[in-house]
């Protein structure tokens, strides 16, 4: 049997750009169960399809079995309770699971970043070491003796092998110091900033630093 729209109906249809379509009804027995449920997943997949998913893919029995599998799990999880104590712990253990950001080592070293922190730890050794020797002069001066006149003689009756080890230990951070000191008063006047200015005033700090430091320990 085949039914035709009403005319008042032509005049909606004809202000669509689709033309009309004739309405057509068979006499088809009733769908099964089965046969229903195939027709309702394959209408909830055309929505999946025009967004170019395969649905092939999403009636996988693979997929179907993994999606199961979730299920059970997320049906079985369970919350537990747990004390302060064991609530820290287990958060600073997932700490320790998570991502760091790179470190330092990453970067290729340069001569600039490393004298840089070779002025800063001579500097405070020197630094150091004269508040140490202050402080123990005054904190010791009743049980040891720590006058000059006391070092002059300690240093004299020591081998000449120490006498020139331990010139080297001083003279070596103190002229690095130095030398490295000139360079920074030089960069703050502007002057040595390029590049390659500063690559050679850094061997040079270098170079100036190993000849004085031999220099004054074999004096």
């Known amino acids: 049997m085949i039914i035709r729209p009403a005319i008042g109906q032509y005049s909606r249809l004809n202000s669509r750009s689709h033309p009309p379509r004739l309405l057509t009804t068979t006499n088809k027995p009733a769908m099964s169960t089965t046969t229903l449920k195939q027709a309702l997943l394959a209408t909830s997949l ?37 004390s302060e104590d064991d ?31 070779a002025n800063r730890v001579t500097g405070c050794a020197l630094s150091g070491g004269f508040y140490a020797y202050a402080l123990g002069y005054m904190a010791l001066s009743g049980s040891i003796p720590l006058d000059s006149d006391t070092v002059v003689q300690v240093v004299a009756s020591s081998p000449e092998w120490a006498k020139v080890a331990g010139k080297a230990i001083v003279a070596l951070p103190f002229t690095y110091h130095t030398f490295n000191g000139v360079r ?36």
């Open 184 to 219: 920074h008063l030089a960069w703050d006047m502007g002057y040595l900033l390029d590049l390659k200015t500063s690559y050679t005033a850094g061997y040079t700090v270098l170079g100036l630093t190993a000849v004085s430091t031999v220099g004054l320990a074999l004096i």
């Open 46 to 82: 055309k929505p999946a399809s025009r967004l170019g998913v395969h649905t092939t893919c999403l009636k996988s029995p693979v997929l179907a079995s993994l999606s199961g599998l979730h299920q059970r799990r997320f049906n079985s999880s369970k919350t537990l309770k747990c």
């Open 87 to 117: 609530a820290l712990k287990l958060l600073n253990e997932q700490r320790k699971l998570r991502p760091s950001s790179p470190h330092f080592t990453i970067y290729q070293p340069q001569l600039t970043w490393y004298s840089s922190i």
